[in-house]
């Protein structure tokens, strides 16, 4: 019974931390992003939420913190831990098939797959196709590796002429 | 919201672990709930030794590519070499928290940065020289983010300490782009006009002294990186010179005059108010 009200309890909390929007992208939940890693309620009833930070400088990683922590005891949840997970790495592949779907409607092209072990060094111009968000086109170009943020590159169509944003695998 | 003053109301109501408007707090600590274990039989001293060279490496080089801010030839550029900064602070602040947790003084990252000399710094000592024309800033990028990567990509699956692997498996992902940005450059400036080739090579020729320290005696690394730069190099229709390195070594303390002077600028409001928090 005990035990009953407790899975009941662990999946309340997670359904709470996992509906905290992005401070960066809030078309994406914590969840859809990939950075919630868990929600566990321990023994002694402290929820634990488990997050990995998106890139090393990330500066929203503190307000995830404190936007999970704050939230969850607004549910009723007394005691609130947050652990940071940095193994393994934050990859764009835990970026939710929901969350990509979001992504692309509000006019961001979401990651293809990310790459696998060491990264090689190529030089020869990438032939990666993004498609635009906006009309669909495949006629697309890079203006720029970075953009506001650091897990996004700009891009422009040349059909539509619209510029977007692209969040690169990772 | 009972003060007129907007960032008292703001600050109503959130304790301090709230953190979403006083900074400072624990929620700041990039490390914050990460299980601290040093493993058994991992030197703690060397450890945390480690952990702040490769964030001295780190910070340094962030605060040389703020300084493009304002001053880089296109928007683009700007955005791209300050993404690049933030990256590579995030890299120190996990470090500097690392080294502060195993070195025993429990020190916070802000002690680090702020609060040591020129002459603590252990910083290899390309990072500190003068950013120099484009060309220069974006060939010394080059070589330090392929050093930087090859070294993570080894520390990922290497560091007996699993922290410092999972910092160095994360930093080894942002580090790919930033090496593909800047070769991208040399070879667009080295294949450019008479004058971006020329601005280029003379980058060449001020960075290869300092080449040498960066892989002590490390003749793997060495092979490995140097491979990578001459492919660059290669394409951009250059040679990095073999030339005589400069005498000391970064790691040990040896500085150039530049280092002062730049850590003078980013501890400055530190030092002046040191207990603040924002
Ligand atoms: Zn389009």
């Not at chain 1, 939940?29 to 930070?53: C, F, K, M, N, Y």
């Not at chain 2, 060397?46 to 928007?75: K, M, N």
Request: charged share 25%.
């Amino acid at each position: 019974m005990v035990t009953a009200l407790v899975s009941v309890d662990s999946r309340r909390a997670w359904r709470i931390a996992a509906q905290v929007p992005d401070p960066e992208m809030p078309m994406l939940t914590l969840a859809d992003l990939g950075v919630l890693r868990g929600v566990e309620i321990g023994a002694d009833g402290t929820v634990v939420a488990s997050l990995t930070p998106t890139y090393s400088g990330c500066p929203a990683m503190a307000e995830m913190r404190a936007e999970v922590a704050a939230r969850l005891r607004d549910a009723g949840f007394a005691k609130v831990e947050i652990r940071t997970v940095l193994d393994p790495p934050w990859s764009t592949d835990w970026i939710t098939p929901e969350g990509r779907r979001n992504l692309s409607e509000h006019g961001i092209a979401p990651p293809g797959a990310a790459p696998s072990g060491p990264i090689k060094l190529t030089l020869s111009p990438t032939r990666r196709t993004v498609p635009c968000p906006r009309c669909g086109s495949a006629d697309t170009e890079e203006t720029s590796h970075f953009a506001a943020t650091s897990c996004k590159a700009l891009w422009r169509c040349r059909v539509c002429r619209e510029p977007f944003e692209y969040v690169k695998e990772i | 919201m009972s003060d007129d003053h907007v960032y008292l109301s703001l600050a109503e109501g959130h304790d301090d672990s709230d953190a979403r408007w006083a900074f400072g707090t624990g929620f700041e600590d990039p490390l914050h709930g990460v299980d601290q274990t040093v493993p058994e039989g991992t030197d703690s001293a060397q450890l945390a030794a480690f952990c702040l060279a490769l964030g001295d490496d780190a910070l340094v080089s962030a605060q040389r590519l703020a300084q493009w801010c304002t001053a880089a030839p296109e928007l683009e550029e700007e955005v791209a070499l300050a993404n690049i900064g933030l990256d590579l602070l995030g890299q120190t602040r996990l470090l500097y928290a690392r080294a502060g947790q195993v070195d025993g003084t429990g020190r916070g990252e802000d002690a680090y940065a702020y609060f040591r000399d020129a002459d603590d710094f252990r910083n290899v000592r390309l990072a500190e020289l003068p950013n120099g024309d484009f060309a220069f800033s974006i060939t010394r990028l080059l070589v330090l983010s392929s050093w930087r990567l090859a070294l993570f990509e080894r520390l990922a699956t290497t560091a007996s300490d699993p922290v410092l692997a999972a910092i160095a498996a994360k930093g080894a992902k942002e580090l790919a782009y930033h090496r593909q940005y800047a070769a991208e450059w040399v070879v667009r400036l080295g294949d450019g006009t008479e004058e971006s080739q020329r601005r280029t090579r003379d980058a060449l020729a001020a960075i290869a002294p300092y080449v040498d320290e960066l892989f002590a005696d490390d003749g793997e690394l060495r092979t490995e990186v140097l491979a990578v730069l001459r492919q660059v190099t290669d394409a951009a229709g250059l040679v990095l010179p073999e030339v005589a390195p400069v005498p000391g070594h970064g790691r040990d303390g040896d500085r150039t005059e530049h280092l002062a002077p730049l850590l003078a600028e980013l501890q400055s409001v530190a030092r002046a108010h040191p207990e603040a928090t924002w």
